[in-house]
C-alpha cells in the first residue's frame, strides 16, 4: 500500500506505510519523520516514528495548522531519499549470570536448549532498534533468533529492574526504569539507556543497529551507573 495519511484528532495525523514489520518499512518510516522535522513546519509540537507509522503532533492554535495534512500527504507520497538514515552501531554490555537472568530456564526449556546456547543465539545477531516507546528510552529491538522467540510471560511482573535485558516475541530490549513488564528477563546491562542528566538523555534511536557483549558479574558492579546495582 502507499502511504496514507490519517487524522489522530483535531491536532495530530497518523502517517501509515504498509502493514508488515520490517526494515525496510521501517527505514521509510524514519526517512519520512527526518523528512517532516527538516521541512520545519509552523506548529509541529512532535514526531513519533513506530514501526510502520510517523505520529505527528501539531499546536491547533498555529497559523498554518490546516495545512498540515496537505503537506505530510506531498511529503509521504514523494520518492524516498537513496540511502536511507544511518543509524549508529552501539555495542551493550550484558551479564547473563545468577540473578540477573531469571527467566533463562524458561527460555532454554521453550528453545529446547540449554541457558548457554540460549546466551550464545542471543550473542550472535546484530539488533534493530525499529521504536523507542512505552517508557522513555526503551528500545524496540528485532530480531531475535526465532528458536528463542518465546512469548511473552503468562503472567507480567510488578517490577522489573532498571537495566533488565529481556525478550519477547521475537524482540528483545532494555528495560531504562524499573516498571512493570511481561518480557523474559535474560540478563542486565550496567548502561542506562536513558539519562535525563545527559546532553543526549537517549543512547538509542529508531535505526540505529545493536550489538550485545557478555560480562562478568564482577565487570558489572564495577562499571554499573545504577545506583542500587
Given at each position: 500500500m502507499d502511504p496514507r495519511v490519517v487524522a489522530a484528532g483535531d491536532s495530530a495525523w497518523l502517517i501509515e506505510l504498509p502493514e508488515r514489520i520490517d526494515a525496510e518499512v521501517n527505514a521509510r518510516a524514519i526517512e519520512l519523520a527526518a523528512r517532516v522535522e527538516a521541512a520545519r513546519i509552523p506548529g509541529l509540537t512532535d514526531i513519533v516514528v513506530?514501526?510502520?507509522?510517523?505520529?505527528?503532533?501539531?499546536?491547533?492554535?498555529?497559523?498554518?495548522?490546516?495545512r498540515v495534512p496537505r503537506m505530510l500527504e506531498e511529503m509521504a507520497r514523494a520518492r524516498p531519499a537513496g540511502g536511507g538514515?544511518?543509524?549508529?552501531?552501539?555495542?551493550?554490555?550484558?551479564?547473563?549470570?545468577?540473578?540477573?537472568?531469571?527467566?533463562?530456564?524458561?527460555v532454554a526449556a521453550f528453545a529446547r536448549c540449554g541457558v548457554e546456547e540460549v546466551i550464545a543465539r542471543h550473542l550472535a545477531?546484530?539488533?534493530?532498534?525499529?521504536?523507542?516507546g512505552f517508557v522513555p528510552g526503551f528500545a524496540y529491538m528485532a530480531a531475535?533468533?526465532?528458536?528463542?522467540?518465546?512469548?511473552?510471560?503468562?503472567?507480567p511482573r510488578l517490577r522489573v529492574p532498571a537495566g533488565a535485558v529481556a525478550t519477547a516475541a521475537g524482540q528483545t530490549g532494555v528495560y531504562p526504569s524499573e516498571t512493570p513488564g511481561g518480557w523474559h528477563i535474560i540478563g542486565r546491562t550496567p548502561v542506562k539507556p536513558y539519562d535525563p542528566a545527559r546532553a543526549e538523555p537517549f543512547l538509542l534511536r529508531p535505526g540505529d543497529r545493536v550489538r550485545f557483549r557478555r560480562i562478568s558479574e564482577?565487570?558489572?558492579?564495577?562499571?554499573?551507573?545504577?545506583?542500587?546495582a
Open positions: 513506530g514501526y510502520r507509522t510517523v505520529m505527528i503532533y501539531a499546536d491547533p492554535l498555529a497559523d498554518d495548522a490546516g538514515i544511518a543509524g549508529h552501531l552501539v555495542e551493550l554490555p550484558v551479564c547473563y549470570d545468577g540473578a540477573f537472568g531469571p527467566d533463562l530456564p524458561d545477531r546484530e539488533y534493530r532498534v525499529f521504536m523507542v531475535v533468533d526465532p528458536s528463542i522467540a518465546a512469548p511473552r510471560r503468562a503472567t564482577g565487570e558489572f558492579h564495577r562499571t554499573s551507573a545504577w545506583s542500587a
